[in-house]
């Protein structure tokens, strides 16, 4: 708690200290956050973010469930961004149980991740401009949104919480005329983004409420555990795609893009140029599709064809056995990757029953959150907005 | 590799009007544009094959459920929407069910039922509206899940096509059926034996 000094002249003049809850119903806070701040005049001097509204045991209910079900609780997450959590759960478990992913399932992953990223920091920009005031620039990015849900609706079948990820792959492939529609989007959505920062990365009042406001060191970042866009913001450029990279993004040529100052606006431009990078990476996916598969050849983990399954004794055990007793071998695995809020990470422990002993969500909403504290005290009261806005949290994920 | 992002504003910005100016200029110019919306309950979606609406079963051409009632949708249920009493028959099939519920206000339309199938009996429908006056009719009974496989072609073409047999199938490329190996379901290491394991995977068992 920083000691900032009343402007209000003492005296005979009584001020005391103001206790304001912002939320859990306030429009800017992202879900069901209360966010309690304590006032001196206009002056934030501390603040306590309540979270838990959105708590749903989802890491309880991996014990009660098989591995495969929990899928269905991955989407659940970050709704933002369901396949990513699908993608690193679905990662850890195979470390887990040693299977193989085929290239092109990895390459499907990688696609499905970057469209994923997209939404993310779509919904993103239609916030954290709304929040200031711009009214605009949130149907533009819904108009993008829907036309890639489209898209992604005719691959997986569900606009959101796909529940496309399986253990060795992907449910289907990409078929090729959607291939050729996506990439045809993917090319196009980089002029879509100039439009947006058209509209207000020039703008003196957007440039005003969000240059030198929140400001956050790569030390301070660091020590309070802030990976992904906020982390680039502040000039440290990590970014796990390049650092570990996995599903192979080290075949992709794409750059990250860091800040220089970490403020809000700072972590606006990297989030703006990230979702070019992304396009580029998807569109680079998709004209390399390697042939192959799309779901690995794991008699033990992935559920076998169909037409087996009907006329063969052997197949239809085989599903029978996967569905209701998968069993991976006794041990734990962390597995993370860069989801479009930061590092998501998934810490799954089997103790060789079929269903998980224990996970565990790294959550990078959670970590962020944590931030808002030593972000936002010292400043005025408007700018809590813009920065809940900026370090861009889902309460789905940050309360499980 | 790492591209610094950084940006000043120019004298026009600073004075408010050029980006200001460009904006309403960039918004006026949409009304010209192609609308993006569409007048929902007007105008209707028309889902693909790989749409997953609500689950339903699937009726035979003498008007029996496919469904043999082996539990497996049961069993995969994420959220528990089903439930299953089986009873037996006449029918070659010999197990049908007796009773088959699914709850629609619990069911997440995931399709893991559709998948673990092992009878082609249980599928997404297109439907997507769901709408009842009391919770009671949001459970759907057997009679009301059944729909006539003629109805279902399109779903059911998606589903032979995405999960029937693998993408360079060897047996369906003519390669000899190597002699089975010896069963093993044993959660091995990975590694050699896995490799063996995929390896009699790949010719059957």
Known sequence: MTSQTSTVPQGDLRTEVMTLNMGPQHPSTHGVLQVVLKLDGEVVIDLEPEIGYLHRGKEKHAEHMTYQQWFAMTDRLDYLSPLQNEICYAMAVEQLCGIEVPEKAQATRVVLAECMRLTAHLIYYACVALEIGAVTPYFLAFREREDLFDLLDELTGLRTNQEFVRFGGVKAEIPADLARRLKEWADRFPSCVDEYELLITGNRIWYDRARNIGVLNTAQALALGLTGPNLRATGCAHDLRKAEPYCGYEKYDFEIPVGTVGDVYDRYLVRMEEMRQSARIISQALAAMPAGEHIARDYRHVLPPKDRVYRSMEELIYQFKIVTDMRPPRGEVYQAIEAGKGELGMYVISDGGPRPYRVHVRAPSFANMIALKPICVGRLISDVVPIVGSIDFVMGECDR | ?205
């Open chain 2, 1 to 205: 590799m790492v591209l610094v992002k950084d940006r000043k504003l120019s004298f026009g910005e600073r004075c408010y009007v050029k980006s200001i100016v460009a904006g309403l200029l960039y918004t006026f110019s949409n009304l010209f544009k192609r609308k993006v919306t569409r007048c929902y309950p007007e105008q209707k979606l028309a889902p693909g094959p790989s749409f997953h609406g609500v689950p339903v079963l699937v009726k035979d051409a003498d008007g029996h459920p496919k469904c043999v009632a082996c539990g497996l949708c049961e069993y995969v249920c994420p959220s528990r929407a089903i439930r299953i009493v089986a009873t037996e028959t006449e029918r070659p099939i010999e197990r049908m069910p007796k009773t088959f519920e699914i709850n629609m206000l619990r069911c997440i339309e995931c399709g893991y039922c559709e998948e673990a199938c092992p009878e082609e009996a249980i599928v997404m429908s297109q439907q997507y509206e769901l709408v009842a006056s009391s919770r009671g009719e949001m459970r759907w009974d057997l009679n009301r899940l059944l729909t006539a496989e003629a109805a279902l072609g399109p779903r059911l073409g998606y589903i032979r096509k995405t999960f029937h047999r693998f993408q360079a199938d060897p047996r369906a490329e003519g390669t000899a059926r190597a002699v089975p190996g010896k069963g093993g379901t044993g959660a091995g290491k990975p590694g050699a034996s896995q490799a063996s394991a995929l390896a009699r995977y790949r010719d059957g068992y």
